[in-house]
């Protein structure tokens, strides 16, 4: 009974290089996202797909990239990172049947930008 | 532009007795869906509450009650008998309208920090 699971929990780099923060969830959901999550403020969506296949942006795209190859994973990745980059990253999935599914989170990875 | 607001960035309550958080949104969408998600210390996002903009009843779950009143926008989280492990952040979304209108996208509000007092 896994749900969302993310990898890794801590990453610490350096500006400039490039990591992918890993999503993988086993209950064959249709959907799913990327969030973070910054100081003092709410969790804002990066980027999602509907279904293996498609993706599109959301509202902070900026300097991350998505794939969606198969129903399961989804993972996120920062081309050339930088200190701005800094934050939580949460992925979280939901049933496709019905838009109003509440999206179930993954624990999050904190990623800090040196 | 769709919007949540949360007022309250930081609330006391003390143990056993009720506390509302507040929650007021903006859309123009006429069905939309609202969610209360917790967030402990430990970090992870869970999810508590749901209410249909078309629901005729408050929806409740356990301790947790939505006090949605429609014509004010407003779609309160209020818990009853609050306990300890009551304290947490707590985040009011909404579902984004979109084009397509089933991505089911979730904008956030801020926040509201709950502290339980034994």
């Known amino acids: 009974n896994a749900g969302v699971t993310q990898t890794p929990k801590f990453q610490v780099l350096k500006t400039g290089q490039s990591m992918t923060l890993q999503c993988a969830q086993d209950?064959?959901?249709?959907?799913m996202s990327w969030y973070r999550q910054d100081p003092g403020m709410g969790l804002r969506l990066i980027h999602y797909?509907?279904?293996?296949?498609?993706?599109d942006q959301g509202e902070v795209p900026n300097g991350y990239n998505v794939s969606r190859s198969t129903t399961e994973d989804f993972p996120l990745r920062l081309l050339s990172a930088a200190p701005s980059q800094t934050s939580v990253y949460f992925c979280?999935?939901?049933?496709?049947?019905?838009?109003?599914?509440?999206?179930?989170f993954g624990d999050g990875t904190r990623l800090s930008i040196l | 532009a769709q919007k949540i607001t949360q007022t309250q960035p930081g609330m006391f309550v003390q143990e056993k007795e009720a506390v509302t958080l507040d929650c007021t949104y903006d859309?123009?969408?006429?069905?939309?869906?609202l969610f209360w998600y917790k967030q402990p210390s430990s970090g992870e996002m869970i999810f508590l509450i749901y209410?249909?903009?078309?629901?005729?009843q408050n929806a409740t779950e356990g301790r947790y009650s939505l006090n949605f009143q429609k014509a004010r926008k407003s779609a309160n989280l209020v818990i009853s008998a609050s306990q300890l492990g009551d304290s947490a952040m707590y985040f009011c979304?909404?579902?984004?309208?979109?084009?397509?209108?089933?991505?089911?996208?979730?904008?956030f509000g801020q926040g509201t920090t709950l502290q339980v007092k034994p």
């Open positions: 209950m064959n959901h249709e959907y």
């Open positions: 209410q249909g903009s078309y629901d005729q």
């Open positions: 979280a999935s939901r049933s496709g049947e019905y838009r109003d599914q509440p999206q179930h």
């Open positions: 859309t123009s969408d006429p069905s939309y869906g």
């Open positions: 979304a909404m579902r984004e309208k979109s084009r397509s209108g089933n991505t089911g996208k979730l904008i």
């Open positions: 797909s509907v279904g293996a296949g498609i993706t």
